[in-house]
C-alpha cells in the first residue's frame, strides 16, 4: 500500500548518505507522536513502527540509536561518573607484609628460574632485616600481604660469571657462547642441587676445556679445519650486488614513506571524541554522555555490537516492567510484545542473521515471570535460514522448559497447511526442534526426539540409523515404502511429513533428480503440475521451494529444456515479493540459470549479488557454530569459479 511505501522510504531515510537528510529523518521519527518519551512505550512503537521487512538488516544500527536517544533527556547524562579527579587525590605507599604460609609451599616453587639477580638481592635484603620491624609490619591491618619469597633452590649458575644476567631471547646468538660455555658451569659441590645434581661429575673433557686458556682456545679455534670452511664463503662486492643493494635500500624508503602515510591517513579518518589523559595521570571524570555518543556511533557500524546493545536495552527495559507498571498491565504488555516480535518473523524474508540473534538473544534473558512465547515453526524456520541452529536449538528447549507453556497454537500459523490438524503444543515444539537437530546432522539426539518425545514406529529409527551412517540409498528405499504401506490410524500425520521431507533428502544426496521433481510435485497436487502453486503456501515457500529450484537448474544443465521453468522465472519476477526472495536467497542458482541461457550480463549481476549475500551471511554466523560456516564454505568454491568465468567470458579482450 502506499502508506507502507512511505513508510519505507522513510526508514531508508535514517539512512542517507547526506548527514542533513539523516537528521531531518531522525527528527521526524523521533517525535513525540511517533516515539513516545516513555521507556516501555517507545520499545513497543520501536518493533511495531520501525520495523520493515526492506531495512532489516539496518534495523539494529537505527533503532540502538532511538533507544539511547532517550538517555539524552535524562539530568544525569552531562554528570561525571567520578566527583574529583586523580590528581587531587592522596596517595600512600602500601607496605607488603610477610606472610608464614609461602614457606610451606616452597614445594610448589619451579626447579629452575632464570632470576639470579632478583634471587641474590632478595637474599642480601632478607639477612639483613630488622627483626623487630619485621613484627612491626606483620602486625599491621588491612594491608596487603607479600607472597612473593626467595626462590627455595639452589643456583645453578656461577654468580659471578657473566651468565649471571638474564638470557637475552632477542639476541639468542650473542650471548651463547658465554651463557653455554662449559667453562662457566657453577662446579662448586657446596653449592649445587640437592635434587638433581647429587654427585654430578663434569666430563674429563668438559674440565679440560675450561682450564684452557683464552688464548690457547683462540689459537686452537682457529687452527681447526672446521673454522677455515667459512672462507669458502666469502663474497665478492661487483658491481651486480652494489645495485641489488641500492634497489633493496630503495625499496626499504618506499615501503617506509608507505606506511608513514598510511598511518597519517587513518589518523585523519579517527573521530576523536574525547581524550582520558591529562599529563601523567588518567582522567577518570568521564561524563556519561562521553560513553554513550561513542557507543551510539559504533553500533551504527557494527552489527555485532547492534546487536548485542539491542538486546542489553530491550532486557533492561522489559526487566524492569513490574516497577512500573500494575500486574494487569505488566500481562498486557507482555503480550503485546510478544504478538509483535511472532508478527515480525512472520513477515520477515531476508532473515538477517544479526537480527535473528538478537531475538533469540532477547527470548533466552527474560525471566520466568515475563518470558514470552515464540511460535516454534517460526523460530525453526527463521534459524535455519539465518544459520543461527544453536540460538533456535536454546530458544525451543528453554521454552519447554517453561512451566506455562506457551499460547494454543491450533490455529493456521505460517507453515501450517490447510488440510492437515495442527500438532499439539508440546508435540510442535519437539517436531521443530526435530528440524533443528537434523540441519547440524545431530542424528543421535534426533533418534531420542523422535523415540521418546514423539511416538514413532520402528521403521523411522532404522532410516535415521542409516542417514547417521551416510547409507541414504538404504535410507531411501525404507522411507519409500513406509510411505507406500502407511495407513491413516496406525501413523501420525508429523511422522508421514518426517518420512516425505526425509525421503527428499536422500533422494537430492543421491542425484536422482527427475525423481526428486516428481515427488515435489505430487506433494504440492497430484493433479496440478503448474510451479507457481509453491507460492500459494509458506509451507510449500520454506519446504519445497529450495529443491524445486535446485532440481529444475540441475536437470537444465543436463540438458533438458524447460519451458514451464522459464515460464516460472518470468511470473515469479513479475511480483515484487517474489523476486526478493529469488534474489535474496536463491541467486547462486539465478546465476548458473543465466549462465544456461547464455544471458551473461544477468548471469554476472546475480554473481555479485551472490558474493555480496555471501558476506552478508558470513559476518552474521556465530563463532562457536562451525557446522553453519563449514555449509557456507561448501558453495565458495562454486561462486569462485563461476565468479572468475563469468570475468572471462564478459572481457572482449580474451577474444582477440
Not at 556511533?297 to 512500573?324: G, W
Not at 488440510?419 to 542424528?443: C, H, K
Not at 557446522?627 to 572482449?652: H, P
Request: with cysteine; charged share 25%; hydrophobic share 35%.
Amino acid at each position: 500500500s502506499a502508506r507502507d511505501r512511505a513508510k519505507s522510504f522513510l526508514l531508508r531515510g535514517l539512512l542517507d548518505s547526506s548527514e542533513s537528510n539523516r537528521l531531518k529523518v531522525f527528527a521526524f521519527w523521533n517525535d513525540e507522536s511517533h516515539l513516545p518519551s516513555e521507556a516501555v512505550q517507545r520499545l513497543i512503537q520501536i518493533l511495531s513502527l520501525l520495523y520493515s521487512e526492506a531495512t532489516e538488516e539496518q534495523f539494529l544500527s537505527y533503532s540502538t540509536n532511538f533507544f539511547l536517544e532517550l538517555a539524552s533527556r535524562s539530568p544525569d547524562y552531562l554528570l561525571e561518573m567520578f566527583n574529583h579527579p586523580l590528581a587531587e587525590c592522596k596517595f600512600q605507599t602500601q607496605k607488603l607484609l610477610d606472610y608464614s604460609y609461602s614457606h610451606r609451599q616452597s614445594g610448589f616453587l619451579p626447579l629452575f628460574a632464570n632470576t639470579l639477580p632478583s634471587l641474590m638481592a632478595s637474599q642480601s635484603q632478607g639477612h639483613t632485616q630488622d627483626p623487630q620491624a619485621m613484627e612491626t609490619e606483620s602486625s599491621g591491618a588491612g594491608e596487603l600481604k607479600s607472597t612473593i619469597q626467595p626462590i627455595a633452590f639452589t643456583a645453578t649458575i656461577d654468580p659471578n660469571s657473566q651468565s649471571g644476567h638474564k638470557y637475552n631471547w632477542l639476541a639468542p646468538t650473542l650471548q651463547s657462547q658465554t651463557l653455554f660455555n662449559p667453562g662457566t658451569l657453577y662446579t662448586d659441590q657446596s653449592q649445587e642441587s640437592s635434587l638433581l645434581f647429587t654427585g654430578f661429575k663434569v666430563p674429563r673433557r668438559m674440565k679440560q676445556l675450561g682450564a684452557t686458556s683464552s688464548a690457547s682456545l683462540s689459537d686452537h679455534t682457529a687452527s681447526h679445519p672446521v673454522m677455515q670452511l667459512k672462507r669458502r664463503f666469502v663474497k665478492g662486492y661487483d658491481a651486480t650486488t652494489v645495485f641489488f643493494q641500492k634497489q633493496g635500500i630503495r625499496k626499504r624508503k618506499l615501503r617506509e614513506d608507505y606506511l608513514k602515510f598510511q598511518k597519517a591517513s587513518r589518523g585523519n579518518k579517527v573521530v576523536m571524541y574525547r581524550q582520558y589523559r591529562t599529563g601523567d595521570l588518567p582522567d577518570i571524570q568521564i561524563k556519561h554522555s562521553e560513553l554513550i555518543r561513542p557507543l551510539q556511533a559504533l553500533a551504527q557500524r557494527d552489527d555485532k555490537v547492534a546487536r548485542l546493545l539491542f538486546a542489553t536495552l530491550f532486557t533492561s527495559i522489559f526487566s524492569d516492567l513490574n516497577k512500573y507498571l500494575t500486574g494487569h498491565e505488566v500481562d498486557l504488555t507482555k503480550t503485546e510484545v510478544q504478538q509483535t516480535i511472532n508478527g515480525i518473523l512472520k513477515i520477515t524474508q531476508r532473515y538477517s542473521p544479526p537480527f535473528i540473534a538478537a531475538i533469540m538473544d532477547i527470548s533466552l534473558k527474560q525471566d520466568s515471570s515475563l518470558h514470552f512465547y515464540l511460535e516454534p515453526t517460526l523460530v525453526s524456520t527463521s534459524c535455519l535460514v539465518s544459520c543461527q541452529q544453536l540460538a533456535g536449538i536454546m530458544v525451543l528447549e528453554n521454552q519447554l522448559l517453561q512451566s506455562g507453556g506457551g499460547p494454543d497454537t491450533s490455529s493456521r500459523t505460517k507453515r501450517a497447511r490447510g488440510a492437515m490438524q495442527a500438532p499439539n503444543e508440546e508435540t510442535a515444539v519437539w517436531i521443530e526442534l526435530g528440524r533443528l537437530y537434523r540441519s547440524i546432522e545431530d542424528f543421535d539426539t534426533l533418534r531420542g526426539i523422535f523415540g521418546s518425545q514423539i511416538g514413532t514406529q520402528e521403521v523411522t529409527k532404522r532410516a535415521i540409523e542409516a542417514e547417521e551412517s551416510n547409507d541414504h540409498l538404504s535410507a531411501y528405499k525404507i522411507y519409500k515404502s513406509a510411505l507406500e504401506s502407511a495407513e491413516e490410524g496406525n501413523t501420525t500425520q508429523e511422522e508421514q511429513d518426517l518420512w516425505e521431507q526425509s525421503l527428499m533428502i536422500c533422494l537430492e544426496n543421491l542425484g536422482k533428480w527427475k525423481e526428486l521433481e516428481c515427488n515435489i510435485l505430487s506433494s504440492m497436487s497430484e493433479t496440478d503440475t503448474d510451479l507457481m502453486q509453491v507460492w500459494r503456501d509458506d509451507y510449500y515457500v520454506e519446504r519445497h521451494l529450495p529443491r524445486l529450484i535446485r532440481t529444475k537448474v540441475k536437470l537444465l544443465i543436463a540438458g533438458r529444456e524447460d519451458a514451464s521453468f522459464d515460464q516460472f522465472i518470468h511470473s515469479s519476477f513479475q511480483n515484487d515479493l517474489y523476486r526478493t526472495i529469488l534474489e535474496t536467497h536463491y541467486s547462486d542458482q539465478l546465476a548458473l540459470y543465466y549462465l544456461v541461457k547464455n544471458n551473461i550480463d544477468r548471469a554476472k549481476h546475480y554473481v555479485q549479488h551472490t558474493v555480496e549475500n555471501f558476506t552478508r551471511v558470513w559476518s552474521g554466523l556465530p563463532d562457536l557454530q562451525p557446522y553453519s560456516k563449514a555449509s557456507k564454505l561448501q558453495g565458495l568454491q562454486m561462486l569462485v569459479e563461476m565468479s572468475e568465468f563469468v570475468n572471462f567470458i564478459s572481457d572482449r579482450e580474451n577474444y582477440l
